[in-house]
């Protein structure tokens, strides 16, 4: 989702300074944060990201229809610089490049054999790059047309099985809970996640601890706030939800995308990327946390 804050960050990094101290709480501990910086226009508003098992290489989509790889450089297991590929413009179902001001591409998953999977808000929908650049669109069930205008398909991940979940920014009123869907072979709803507080759903991913991760996001006017829960996965509930990190305002960026891994030392790592919103007074970031061993393993998904 495309964020207008301009002129709320502004006030916030001229007169709001305090809150850039703010702590975070929760079960996961800070690692590390990294400042991407490329000098190419179409550098920028990343919201999807997804990180190999090793923790080395990776993927992320922008919300103006482009897509860049590249390897983390990592010295004791934190980053201190990245090789980016070419950025490339994302193509359309009728084979040309996609608009890159109404595309909208927000949420990211990729399967074992190597299919890309984006989801999109405006026209709520789910594309599969397979074996060409050209996608195909998935099945749209009839409840995406009635999501929210640029607060639908936010966030996407993918199971061991290959299966696809997906669920909207916003549920549509906020005692709503925000309804999840999965797709194997058509989609159908699974879940419900409760809301909590002023926080929206922007990015999601399934651990290799069979776990449901689910990165969310509070925009205070001040600036931004992030908050990871993690939830155990049956076929029909998410259940024991746990909330493993909620930050203070201005902690980090506008952080939508979230990638789940394990480290060489066996601990969950969660690595997030922010959306800059093309914003001078913004960075595209990369933060890592980790969870501690203790609360790291868990039945895998049924």
């Known amino acids: 989702m495309r964020i207008r804050t301009r002129g709320a960050l502004i006030a916030a990094l001229t007169g709001g300074l305090a809150f850039a101290a703010a702590a975070s709480s929760g079960e996961a501990r800070f690692t590390d944060s ?14 999807g990201i997804e990180v190999s098992d090793d923790g080395l290489e990776f993927t992320a989509v922008s919300d ?16 201190v610089g990245i090789e980016p590929g070419p950025i490339s413009r994302l193509m359309g179902e009728n084979g040309k490049p996609q608009r890159i001001k109404t595309s909208d591409s927000e949420g990211l998953a990729i399967g074992r054999d190597g299919t890309t999977f984006i989801s999109y ?12 650049d050209i996608p195909v669109r998935l099945p749209q069930p009839e409840a ?6 640029n607060s639908s398909l936010e966030a ?3 199971d061991d099985r290959g299966r696809l979940y997906t669920l909207p920014e916003r549920s549509g009123e906020l005692t709503r809970p925000f309804p999840v869907w999965r797709y194997d072979g058509d989609w159908q709803q699974v879940y419900e996640i409760p809301r909590r507080g002023g926080f929206l ?3 999601a991913d399934i651990g290799p601890d069979g776990r449901f991760y689910l990165l969310e996001r509070e925009f205070t006017g001040f600036g931004f706030r992030s908050r990871v829960r993690r939830f155990d996965m049956s076929e029909d509930a998410l259940d024991n939800e746990t909330t493993l990190l909620e930050s203070g305002v201005l902690r980090h960026d506008n ?6 891994w394990r480290d060489e030392t066996g601990s969950i790592r ?16 990369i933060v890592e946390y980790t969870v501690p061993e203790s609360l790291a393993s868990s039945p895998k998904t049924p």
């Open 255 to 260: 952080l939508e995308g979230i990638a789940v």
């Open 121 to 132: 808000e405006g026209d709520a929908r789910v594309l599969s790059y397979a074996s060409s």
């Open 34 to 47: 990294f400042i991407w910086t490329v000098n190419e226009p179409e550098f920028g508003g990343f919201s």
């Open 144 to 149: 995406f047309q009635h999501l929210q205008d």
């Open 156 to 158: 996407l991940a993918i």
């Open 64 to 79: 103006r229809a482009h897509i860049v790889s590249g390897r983390f450089i990592r010295e004791n297991g934190r980053i």
């Open 270 to 285: 969660l690595t997030m990327i922010s959306d800059d919103n093309f914003n001078a007074f913004q960075r595209t970031q």
């Open 201 to 203: 759903a922007v990015g």
